[in-house]
Nanobody
Framework: QVHLVESGGGVVQPGGSLRLSCAYS??????MGWYRQAPGKQREMVAT???????NIAHSVKGRFAISRDAANNTMYLQMNNLTPQDTAVYYC???????????WGQGTQVTISS
C-alpha cells in the first residue's frame, strides 16, 4: 500500500522560507513532483524531478524554489525561499510508480504567506 506523508507547511511572512517534505513508502518511484492549488484556481505544477535527478521548475518560482530527493530515505523536498503572498496554496506531493506508471497524491499541506 502506498503512503505519502507531507509536512513542513505553515504560515510565514513575505520573504520567508519553508521546506516541504514528502515521505513515501510502498512504492518504487520514477518521477516525483510538487503541485499547488490556490483558492479558485486550478492545480499547477511547481517542480518535478526524475529518477535520474533532472528537475523542472515552474517559471513562476524559478530561482526561489528547489526540488530534491533523498532516495535512501524515500523522501522528496521542496525548498521555498523568498516567499510571496502569491505562493499561498495547498501544496501536493505527487509520485509516479516505476512499475505501473500510476500517479499517487499526498493529502496536501497548506502554505500561507501573510504579513
Amino acid at each position: 500500500q502506498v503512503h505519502l506523508v507531507e509536512s513542513g507547511g505553515g504560515v510565514v511572512q513575505p520573504g520567508g522560507s519553508l521546506r516541504l517534505s514528502c515521505a513515501y513508502s510502498g512504492i518504487i518511484v520514477s518521477n516525483m513532483g510538487w503541485y499547488r492549488q490556490a483558492p479558485g484556481k486550478q492545480r499547477e505544477m511547481v517542480a518535478t524531478i526524475t529518477s535520474g535527478g533532472t528537475t523542472n521548475i515552474a517559471h513562476s518560482v524559478k530561482g526561489r524554489f528547489a526540488i530534491s530527493r533523498d532516495a535512501a530515505n524515500n523522501t522528496m523536498y521542496l525548498q521555498m525561499n523568498n516567499l510571496t503572498p502569491q505562493d499561498t496554496a495547498v501544496y501536493y506531493c505527487n509520485v509516479v510508480s516505476r512499475t505501473t506508471a500510476r500517479n499517487f497524491w499526498g493529502q496536501g499541506t497548506q502554505v500561507t504567506i501573510s504579513s
